[in-house]
C-alpha cells in the first residue's frame, strides 16, 4: 500500500525537503535555512508536479497577505483585507479546495479493521504551506529551555485529560472501538500528522485565528474563552465532510488545543496536544472510524 515511494523520487525530495523546512523553524537559524529550504521544498514540488503555476500562485497569495498582515507594514483597513486573505485561503488551502495542487498519496484505501472506514494517507503539499507561512511570519517557536519547561507543565495535564474526555464520547457517539495496532504505515503516519496536518492546524486555527479573536474580545472579559469556544467552533465545522459526529469530537478536542494554547501562551502545546490524541487513536482504537458512525 505504499504506492509511490519507489517511483516518485522528485516527490519523496519534496517531502524530504519539506519536512526539514518545517522542523528547521525550531532552529537558530530560522530566519534564513527555513526560507532557503521552503523555496527548494517549491521548487521541486513544481518540478515533480505536484505544484503547477497556478498553485504557485495561490502559495504566493498567501506567503504576501501573511508577509503584511505580521508584520504591519499596512493600516488598519487594508490589514483587515489581508487577514481576510489569510483566512480564505487558509482554509482553501487547508481544505484542498484551490486548483493546482496534486498531493502524494502514500497510502490508498487501507482498511486497518473489517469495520472502519477505508483509509488513504497523503503528504498535503498544499495544506504544509499554511503551518508553514503562518510559523515563519507570524507565529514565535519556542527555542529556549524555560519555554519548553512552561510547555511540560502545561501538556502534562492537558493531554490526559484530553485523551480520556475526547476517547470517551467517541466511544458513546459509536466512532470508535478499542482496537490496538502497529501499522506499516505508522512512521508515515507520524510524520504526516505531526509535520503537515497538526502544525497546519494549530498554526491557522490557535496562532492565527483564536489570537485575533482574542485579541479583539480583550476589551470583554469573556474575551479569552469567547475567542477560544469560537475557533474550537470553526475548527469543528472545518472537519464537516467526515460528518456531524467528526464535527462535534473536533469541536471538543480543539477546545482541549485551545486551552493548551492560552495557557502556554505556545503553539507547540497545543501542537502537542493535538498529535497526542491523534497518535492515540491512530494506534489503540478504530481508525480513522467505524463504518456505523458515518452512515
Not at 8 to 17: E, H, N
Not at 61 to 85: E, H, M, T
Not at 99 to 106: L, R, S, T, V
Amino acid at each position: 500500500m505504499l504506492n509511490s515511494l519507489t517511483v516518485d523520487p522528485l516527490s519523496l525530495m519534496a517531502a524530504v525537503v519539506l519536512f526539514f523546512s518545517i522542523l528547521s523553524l525550531w532552529s537558530p537559524w530560522k530566519e534564513k535555512l527555513s526560507l532557503v529550504l521552503f523555496a527548494g521544498f517549491l521548487l521541486m514540488a513544481g518540478l515533480s508536479g505536484r505544484i503547477e503555476a497556478v498553485g504557485w500562485l495561490f502559495a504566493l497569495g498567501f506567503i504576501v497577505a501573511s508577509y503584511f498582515y505580521f508584520k504591519n507594514r499596512v493600516r488598519r483597513i487594508p490589514k483587515y483585507c489581508n487577514a481576510l486573505v489569510i483566512l480564505i485561503l487558509g482554509v482553501l488551502l487547508g481544505g484542498h479546495r484551490l486548483p493546482g495542487f496534486h498531493n502524494w498519496k502514500i497510502v490508498s484505501g487501507a482498511l486497518l479493521a473489517p469495520d472502519a472506514i477505508p483509509y488513504s494517507l497523503y503528504f498535503n503539499f498544499d495544506k504544509s504551506i499554511v503551518g508553514f507561512v503562518l510559523l515563519f511570519w507570524g507565529i514565535s517557536t519556542c527555542r529556549s529551555k524555560e519555554g519548553w519547561r512552561k510547555i511540560g507543565q502545561t501538556i502534562k495535564i492537558i493531554v490526559p485529560l484530553t485523551v480520556v474526555v475526547v476517547v470517551s464520547l467517541a466511544f458513546l457517539l459509536g466512532y470508535i472501538r478499542f482496537d490496538p495496532k502497529a501499522p506499516m504505515m505508522t512512521p508515515l503516519w507520524i510524520l504526516d500528522n505531526l509535520f503537515i496536518t497538526c502544525i497546519a492546524e494549530e498554526a491557522f486555527f490557535r496562532g492565527f485565528i483564536q489570537k485575533k479573536l482574542v485579541t479583539s474580545l480583550t476589551k470583554f472579559r469573556w474575551g479569552t474563552a469567547g475567542g477560544l469556544i469560537i475557533a474550537s467552533v470553526l475548527f469543528g465545522l472545518a472537519h464537516a465532510p467526515g460528518g456531524w459526529k467528526y464535527v462535534v469530537l473536533a469541536t471538543v478536542a480543539g477546545m482541549f488545543y485551545g486551552a493548551a494554547y492560552a495557557k502556554s501562551e505556545r503553539i507547540e502545546a497545543s501542537i502537542l496536544t493535538h498529535f497526542s490524541l491523534n497518535l492515540v487513536h491512530f494506534l489503540f482504537f478504530t481508525y480513522p472510524a467505524l463504518k456505523t458512525a458515518v452512515t
